[in-house]
Every structure is written in structure tokens, then in C-alpha cells.
């Protein structure tokens, strides 16, 4: 998506460890205008698909699935993380461990929101290792319903959640996939 | 609202403790049609304020922001949540006490993203103690950008936020007020 690898380009941030900073408008001010846009492409991609609902995580998932979905006209369900060790009441949970932060927290959603008959398109942020993401797929196995593919905003192409995903014969679209990126010089390389 | 008390009369269960859930429509699965009839109110509502910037909490202010935010054409940013104690880089910061989870936490925002000029709508789900609202409007005024009002989507009536921010004289639009509940009848009583 030309569109999004111009705003990357223009107002993204690389910092120290492979860090892409965008927060300016996707993950902390959030510019809905795009997310608009993004909606549009994934529905474009997405084209072929029966999808009646939209799955995300919180926090930084929520506003982009949200805007994603009114293009779909679906509902979204949002994960919810939780360091909680008991977990009340009826919810589907697995574990999902955290690279960034360093530990494993619990996910989870509940019964009543997912399950047989539900379609899933899965909606991020980022895709990076991809644990949240395999995350988000436990849940909708757990539930019986369907997973029908993960529209991902930015991909880090040079980190292996991608491969991981295509390997098992998911649709995965990425809208922007940075194959590297240079700290020094400010470049981006998209594949 | 009419059609946002239907809802929650129809749809909103009354738990122990003055509990409220709405996750069936508001904050666990959300039905972003009705959060845009929500943008639409409010836009009605605040018709004669000139707003550039809609400010809410995470997680569950985040999605209704970003779809009102839509019908005011206007960017949203997230205050985030946390318990570091060292607070890296450029923020504003202050704390908010929570009864429910029975812990105070630092919220926090960017500078670059908060500021002079801006002209800020507060949006969240509910408005109970006032206490993350208060902090918010806090990080407004920390910031220097000018508080124009808050959209609450449900106020709890009975308790004393929405008294405490009115008496303040801030612009306060809460689209539904609950005055009293009955978790054996299942009673709600609106404003």
C-alpha cells in the first residue's frame, strides 16, 4: 500500500535494536483518516473471503480494527491481556510471550463473543515474531470458529513471524512489509 | 441517546457491586455501527465547539475514539496506562487512582503529541468516580492545549463524577446516565 509506505517512510522513526517508531500516527496518536484507507485495502484483499467478525489485541490493535470493521461492517472482539494467574468466568486463554517486554502473559477472550459460525479476519499492528498473532489464532481454534486470514499494517519482514504464518498456509496481508532498515542513514527498504 | 439505552437495556447485564457490562456491544465486543451513530451524537452535541483532537484512555476508550473521531475528522490520541515507575523520554504524566482494580497507576502521554493549539474533546465509555477522567484532563492542562469538554457514552448516575466534573464547569455530554439499577429485577433507570 503505496499510501502507507510514504506516511512510514515520511514520519516513521527507526531507533536502536530494530525499533520502528510510528507513533505519531498508528499506535499512540492515531490518524483515523488512514486507518480509513487501510480499511479499504484490506477489504480489497480480503475480497474473496466471508468474514463476520474481527479479532484484534489490545491496546495499540483496538483503533485500527475498529475502523477496519466499520469498512466490513462486522463486529470486532478484542483480546484482552492479563497477567492474572485465575482467570474468572467462561474465557478461552492461551499464553503469549512477549519478546519486547520480556515475559508471558495470558490472553484471552470470552466464550460468548467467539465461537462455531464465526468467520475471522484477524487485525494488527505489527507482526514481528508473530506470537501474538499465533496467539490470536489459538483463541479462534480453541473457539470452533473459523480463522480466515490476518491483515497485519506493518510486517518486519526481517523477523520470522511472516514466514511462520505463510508457512502454514494462512492469508496473511501485510500492507507494508520492511525488509530492513538503517538506523544510521534513516533508509527503509520495503520488499 | 434512546437507541444507546435500548441497547443497554436490552443487552447490559447487572452484576453484583453495581457492575455494569456492556461487552457484549461497548468494551469487550464492540459494535462499531452503533459507536458510529455515538460519533454522531456527540458531533450533535458539540456542534458549536471547535475541536482538533479527541483524547481517551486505553484499552476500551480507544475504539470508540478512533470511529468518533471519524465523523469529526479529527486525530485521536491515547493516554497509556502504567505502572513503571521510571518513565522514559519526553511525557506528561500523572496519576489516576482505580477502586475497582485497587491500585493507583501513571497514565501517560507524549509531548509531541499534546499541546498549544490543540483543542481537545475527551472521549471514554464510562464516567463512575471521575478519577480517570480527572487525570486526562489533567494531562490537558499539564500540556497547555485547551480542554473543550468530555463525551462519556455511559455515566453512572449515582456516583460522583459526573456531579464533580459538572460542578467544575466543564462541558460534560454523557449519552446515557444511569440514575439507579436493580441486579434482581434487572431494572435500569435512566436520567
Known sequence: MELLKERIRKDGKIKEGNVLKVDSFLNHQMDVELFHKIGEEFKRRFAEEEINKILTIEASGIGIACVVAEVFHVPVVFAKKTQTKNIAGDVYTTKVESFTHGRIYDIIVAKEFLGK???????????????????????????????????????????????????????????????????????????
Do not use: P, W
Open 117 to 191: 459460525g464465526d468467520k475471522v479476519l484477524i487485525i494488527d499492528d505489527f507482526l514481528a515474531n508473530g506470537k501474538a498473532l499465533e496467539g490470536l489464532a489459538e483463541l479462534v481454534k480453541l473457539s470452533g470458529a473459523e480463522f480466515v486470514g490476518a491483515g497485519i499494517v506493518i510486517e518486519k519482514g526481517f523477523q520470522v513471524g511472516g514466514n511462520v504464518i505463510r508457512s502454514k498456509g494462512i492469508h496473511l496481508e501485510s500492507l507494508a512489509i520492511v525488509d530492513s532498515m538503517d538506523e544510521e542513514t534513516g533508509e527503509i527498504v520495503f520488499r
